[in-house]
């Protein structure tokens, strides 16, 4: 049987790029096991692939849209002005652990009608190439842990100033394909909906023009996922990403955006256990997913104090001139009890003819952080709309 070091290293890391959201939200007594964390699987779903937002403390679910919209609100695209096209976005993930972990992300978009739009994407997380032993010690080869998640996005607008949007999703997560304590491992496989909403307002806000946005996504809402058929299934990472923004028209060639978004995970909080193992405070995380979605918001065992601890929030700015050239930052909040991800962002946009080009730069403490200088980039290639 091979030695399986490469899937302690695989899933570790899996949670490492979500920071310390899966591992450091626990404390142990002396009596009892205090571990009330959040622990869904294919965390890698989590990440924001597009560098625009990425460069905006990861907000952007309720920032005017870009061909990127997908990724982060499906709703936004019915109010693209182009008639399609296409974005490839790509980051060296936990670069300062290993060398060799990406995250690579291709969308694209068409404009039925002007009022609907269909989009497709694929996210694929590679993460390396890892070696393999068996019991003796001799080589069995190279293995390489990969996660891909494919979406098809419908998205229309209702009236000028209102949009709905839902993506379907095909998950599957390779981490192994040995045994492991006499279980047979096998790809994980899940489906799974993005349901969205956006709304936009042209209005005046202190003596300028300005156009004020809401949005809502909730993501990764799907069935249940396991490596095993003895194993116990667990959540996927559904999310409630929710925003506003107000972007102010200085003159015809200066804008600036502000973005606030919250975000709160639908998962279960693992509940405050004895030494038995019996659940002495919260609830039992092992239940359908409607409940554990709906539960998510009420069965923290610290009650809604801890509730609250549980939303991150990101928030970012953005200047553009004659949109043609940008430069954004931006902030991500976490509390220290609840994954401790705090950083700032910054990052620019270029736009030449038909091309954008985006990138961002994460600053972190390089020594608590392993998400610390990471990169983002994305090109994207969009036609005019000749019909105007």
Do not use: C, H
Not at 234 to 253: C, E, H, Q, V, W
Not at 272 to 282: H, K, P
Not at 290 to 298: H, R, T, V, Y
């Amino acid at each position: 049987m091979m030695k399986l070091n490469y899937l302690g290293r695989a899933l570790l890391l899996l949670f490492l790029f979500v920071s310390k959201n899966a591992l450091a939200q626990s404390t142990t007594g002396s009596s009892t096991s205090q571990t009330n964390g959040v622990y869904p699987d294919v965390p890698f779903l989590l990440i924001t692939p597009d560098a625009r937002a990425g460069a905006m403390g990861e907000a952007g679910v309720a920032v005017l849209p870009d061909g990127n919209a997908m990724s982060i609100n499906p709703a936004k695209l019915a109010f693209l002005e182009r008639p399609y096209g296409v974005s490839l976005s790509y980051s060296p993930w936990l670069k300062n652990l290993v060398p060799d972990i990406n995250l690579a992300y291709l969308s694209g978009f068409y404009q039925l009608d002007n009022r609907t739009v269909i989009g497709a994407s694929l996210r694929y997380f590679s993460l390396g190439d890892i070696s393999l032993t068996n019991d003796n010690g001799g080589s069995e080869g190279t293995f390489n842990p990969n996660e891909l998640a494919f979406d098809a996005t419908y998205s229309r607008k209702f009236g000028e100033n209102f949009s709905l949007g839902t993506s379907a999703r095909f998950i599957r997560s390779n981490l192994t394909s040995a045994q492991i304590g006499g279980s047979q491992q096998k790809a994980g496989v899940a489906v799974a909906v993005d349901v969205s909403a956006f709304f936009k307002k042209p209005t005046v806000l202190f003596g300028k023009d300005a156009i004020l946005s809401a949005g809502l996504n909730l993501s990764n809402i799907g069935t249940k996922m396991s490596y095993a058929e003895t194993q116990n299934r667990r959540f996927l990472p559904a999310n409630m990403k929710l925003g506003g923004a107000s972007t102010f028209i200085i003159d015809d060639y200066n804008r600036f955006t502000f973005a606030l978004d919250f975000n709160k995970l639908m998962v279960p909080t693992d509940p405050i256990r004895d030494v038995n193992g019996e659940i002495i405070s919260g609830k039992d995380p092992y239940r359908s997913v409607p409940s554990g979605i709906l539960g998510s918001f009420a069965d923290a065992p610290g009650g809604f104090k801890e509730e609250l601890k549980e939303i991150g929030i990101s928030t970012g700015i953005e200047y553009t001139y004659n949109q043609q050239f940008a430069v954004r930052a931006g902030y991500f909040y976490e509390n220290p009890q609840k994954g401790d991800r705090r950083y700032l962002t910054v990052g620019g946009g270029l736009k030449y003819n038909v091309f954008n080009l985006d990138f961002s730069y994460l600053i972190a403490n390089a020594q608590n952080s392993p998400l610390a200088n990471t990169l983002r980039f994305t090109l994207a290639w969009a036609i005019d709309n000749v019909s105007k």
